[in-house]
């Protein structure tokens, strides 16, 4: 059998093309991270080849003595990198990513058209959380189940619990979700499980964004309030890409949350489990449990706050004035600019960060604000120092977006990108080139 350079050259160029932009750019995504050497060497290994549908002890195929150990060894070692007692809690390591393992608790624990409240899209929730707008159930969330969306007070940027109270009790969802995409601050658990308590809600926390600062215990333990947890395991973790749900092993509000979660991923809505991201992800909860790791996740949040407080020097306003977390939110708007036209020109000098909705925005398409995060350059060996610098950059590259927008005729989206792409526009002589 050949190797990737002869079998397909094509697909190796490309590889070799997207690690030479992952190695030159400045990698701000905050939902992003370099895994490590040995999770991709689990990722890329025969696990691939093996069908396990079912759970250890209880698969639907043979020869599934070793995936047994493997996945038994991830439960583990999940349980154990988030300090639990397995008598309380159990685990899934089978979602494929984090969309999935979400839906999946919604289908364990409601009915179709049952109600759900999670932060609002534009205000940093997920899709999966049940967006939709005025006109369109947009994702999955949605059009099976009916949701509304809580919101942050537009003047702190925190979220608005006395509002979520107010609109729990009118609208009497069955299952509450805390959690964000793009929210620089923690969630006040006991006060949101206050409120679905009240209503007799779950209380479920999505910590994607998170998972590697809660298992440092750098940011408040969602356990200690959630009946049900969901994660991906990329981000902060550092894992492979893929999903777990952590579940009460006692009953919660008369449903067996470990049969109906585990029900729900397989034969609900999954076949077989992706082993080999199984393997990634045992590799990257052991790596998990090490001081290294914790000291790391130290690293991301004073890197974090580094950027925000040079960031905040230069005149930006942050969404909530500033981080306790991995991300900022800039708010652009006072500027006169977006985050669609500073993404653009960043992307060009190899600065990667994504356009953001911030409270108040009239477009998603459009949004007002861009979000930056800081775990994958602390993986590469970012300090306080550097991430000040990275703050100079991005300042530089909104400086060249406000000159650019007043150069272009025209004041659509469109003819600013056809400017940037066009020979006339260079960054040439700029800090930035
Ligand atoms: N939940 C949150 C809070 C997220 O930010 C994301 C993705 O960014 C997801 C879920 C979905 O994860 P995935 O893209 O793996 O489906």
Redesign the pocket.
Known sequence: DNGLSEADPEVRAIIEMEKERQFKSLELIA?ENFTYRAVMEAVGSCLTNKYSEGLPGKRYYGGNEHIDELETLCQKRALDAFHLDGKKWGVNVQPL???PA?FEVYTAVLKPHDRIMGLDLSHGG?L?HGFMTPKRRVSGTSIYFESMSYRLNESTGLVDYDKLEEMADRFKPKLIIA???AYPRDFDYPRMRKIADAVGAFLMM?M??ISGLVAASVLANPFDYCDIVTT?THKSLRGP?G?MIFFKKDPVLGVDLESAINNAVFPGLQGGPHNHTIGGLAVCLKYAQSPEFKAYQNKVVSNCRALASRLTELGYKLVSGGSDNHLVLVDLRPLGIDGARVEKILDKASITLNKNSVPGDKSAVVPGGIRIGSPAMTTRGFTEKDFIAVADYIHEGVQITIDAKRAVSGSKLQDFMKFVASPEFSLKDRVLD
């Open positions: 939902s990513s984090g969309s979400n997920h999966s959690g964000a995409s999505d994607a964004h991906t890409r999903g």
